[in-house]
């Protein structure tokens, strides 16, 4: 063999290499990796967690809309109620104001027939007193029969 | 081409030879002139390689470090996490303990070793003429006097010093996580133990023995392992460049192969240093 101080050399050669790359480049290209495992790993984590929430928050939503759903149809059914109902209120307001004009002027009616008879009344029992005295001229004393003029009047 | 197979027998020789150098009574001197410096004779070409290659390594790393960012990455920043978590996971499965040098250590040789092994798919011919050029144009030596390997990991000097630094390693751990104690009985007490304290003592030198041989062998087995593997490409690689036109298929072919020899070596130096710290620092033998 052909050893000679060429060992030496390399031996030294070998020793700064291995210092070196221990000191100046395993470490920080090691802890980069290590690093950024660590980073994804968490970032995976997140993700994870992300998606749970998502779901949570997607079915929390569903029941929320559903409440509401449930709600609006509540709200949409009240007020038909309520809009039944003052349509039956003004229904019945027109009717009772229709009564109480149709019974008021059925009233008026009464009394202008009434006053109107009443009218007649004088007018006929003044007609008849006329005729009866065209008819009678001088016997009658309208004072003496007024007793049973008054008789007509009333059964007029 | 009258000496052909000398011809032959020298390229391949030329191509097997590191840059040497040395220091003499003259000052320094090269190659050919410290052909009997002994041990201490450097392969500048093996130094200057594999410490460029390491801090290319280093620099990409290291600039993508800078850079850095736990939001989204870049697609270079993805390439370089991809590398950090391969290396990280083999290093997570196969070692339990808790080390902050293991993970870092584990990506330096890979990536190492893995570029190192890379230069094995430039054609061999390349660099070490461009080499010669240069050394005939600017220095003015005989370019065949200049001699460039540049696959460092074809250089047993390379492979022995990384599995040496790994069992500098695999002791430490021992004996910080065991104690000396516990490295000590480890050696001595296992395979073999008896009942009776004077069975145990007898049985102690065959222990010691056979747990040496295996600790041993660990860094002889990932040195060799890696020099034999590349070598043995990086020379089939040199015998097919010297085969005339015939070459370029099977250049074609065994350069596809030896992309996986690149990478599989690069991983098994990287998971047999994980595996031999991690049995280094455990307790159960």
Redesign the interface.
């Known amino acids: 063999m052909n050893l000679n101080a060429t060992l030496i050399g390399e031996l030294i050669a070998f020793t700064v290499f291995v210092w070196f790359c221990m000191k100046y480049v395993w470490p920080p290209l090691n802890n980069a990796i290590e690093e950024r495992q660590n980073k994804i790993a968490d970032g995976l984590a997140a993700t994870e967690r992300a998606e749970k929430d998502l779901e949570l928050t997607q079915a929390k939503m569903a029941e929320q809309l559903k409440e509401a759903k449930a709600q609006s149809a509540e709200i949409i059914e009240q007020a038909k109620k309520r809009a039944t109902q003052i349509v039956d209120e003004e229904t019945q307001k027109g009717h009772d104001e229709r009564e109480k004009i149709i019974s008021q002027g059925h009233a008026e009616v009464v009394a202008e027939r009434n006053r109107a008879k009443e009218e007649l009344r004088q007018q006929v029992s003044v007609l008849a007193i006329a005729g009866a005295e065209k008819i009678l001229e001088r016997q009658i004393d309208a004072a003496a029969h007024s007793d049973i003029l008054d008789k007509l009047v009333a059964e007029l | 081409m009258a000496a052909e197979e000398v011809t032959l027998d020298g390229h391949i020789q030329h191509h097997l030879t590191?840059a040497k150098m040395c220091s003499t009574d003259a000052g320094l001197a090269f190659n050919k002139a410290c052909a009997d410096s002994?041990?201490?004779?450097?392969?500048v070409d093996?130094?200057a390689w594999?410490?460029g290659l390491?801090l290319i390594?280093?620099w990409i790393?290291?600039s993508?470090?800078?850079k850095?960012?736990?939001?989204v990455?870049g697609k270079f920043q993805c390439f370089?996490?991809m590398i950090?978590?391969f290396v990280?996971n083999n290093v997570k499965d196969t070692y339990h303990g808790k080390s902050?040098?293991i993970?870092?250590?584990a990506?330096?040789i890979f990536v190492?070793v893995f570029l190192m092994n890379l230069m094995d798919l430039i054609p061999v011919d390349f660099i070490p003429a461009f080499a010669g050029f240069v050394g005939e144009t600017v220095v003015g030596v005989d370019s065949h006097d200049v001699f460039m390997k540049i696959v460092?990991t074809t250089?047993?000097?390379?492979t022995?010093?990384?599995a040496?630094?790994v069992f500098i390693l695999m002791i430490g751990y021992s004996i910080k996580i065991k104690g000396v104690s516990g490295f000590i009985k480890e050696l001595t007490l296992h395979p073999f133990s008896a009942d009776s304290k004077v069975a145990m003592v007898f049985l102690i030198p065959f222990n010691l023995l056979l747990e040496t041989i295996a600790l041993v062998s660990k860094p002889f087995s990932l040195a060799l392992r890696l020099f034999g593997n590349l070598y043995a490409g990086e020379l089939i690689f040199i015998l097919i460049g010297a085969v005339g036109l015939m070459q370029l298929p099977l250049h074609f072919v065994w350069a596809i192969f030896h992309i996986l020899v690149i990478v599989l070596q690069a991983f098994v130096f990287m998971m047999l240093t994980i595996v031999y710290l991690s049995m280094a620092s455990s307790d159960n033998h």
């Open positions: 590191n002994g041990f201490w004779t450097w392969h093996t130094l594999s410490i390491g390594f280093l790393f290291r993508a470090a800078k850095t960012t736990i939001g990455p370089i996490e950090i978590e990280g902050s040098l993970a870092p250590l990506l330096t190492w460092p250089d047993i000097n390379l022995a010093a990384l040496i630094g």
